[in-house]
C-alpha cells in the first residue's frame, strides 16, 4: 500500500521561502512520477507542479512557473517542492501525490493516483 507523508507546511510571511517534503514508501519510487497539488479553503484541488521518475521532466501550473520548483530524491523515497516569493494565494493544503507510472499525467494522477494527508501552508500578508 502506497504510503505518502508531507511535511514542511507553516505559517510564513509574503515574499518568504518554504519547503515542503514527501516521503514515499510502498512503491517503487524510483519508477514513480509524484507530483503535487493543492487546495485552498472552499476551492478545488488545483495542480502545482510534478515530475518523472528521474527527475528530469517537470511541469508546473502557470501560477507558480518561476517561483516553484520540484525536485526528488530517489535514494530518500523523497519528492520537495521549493515555494520562493510565497504570495497569499500559496496559502492552502498541500497534497503530495503519487502517480501509477514513470511519466506524470495530471488528470490520471488526479483520479486514479495515491495521496497524502496534506500539510498546511498559511500566507500571511
Known sequence: ?????ESGGG?????????LSCRASGLIFDDT????????PKKEREFVAALS???KTTIYAESV?????????????????????VKPEDAG????N???????????ASASGSWGQGTQ?????
Open 121 to 125: 501552508v498559511t500566507v500571511s500578508s
Open 1 to 5: 500500500q502506497v504510503h505518502l507523508v
Open 53 to 55: 521518475w528521474s527527475g
Open 65 to 85: 512557473k518561476g517561483r516553484f520548483t520540484i525536485s526528488r530524491d530517489n535514494s530518500k523515497n523523497e519528492v520537495y517542492l521549493e515555494m520562493a516569493g
Open 93 to 96: 493544503v498541500y497534497y503530495c
Open 33 to 40: 512520477a509524484m507530483g503535487w497539488f493543492r487546495q485552498a
Open 98 to 108: 503519487a502517480d501509477s507510472t514513470p511519466y506524470y499525467d495530471v488528470l490520471r
Open 11 to 19: 505559517l510564513v510571511e509574503a515574499g518568504d521561502s518554504l519547503r
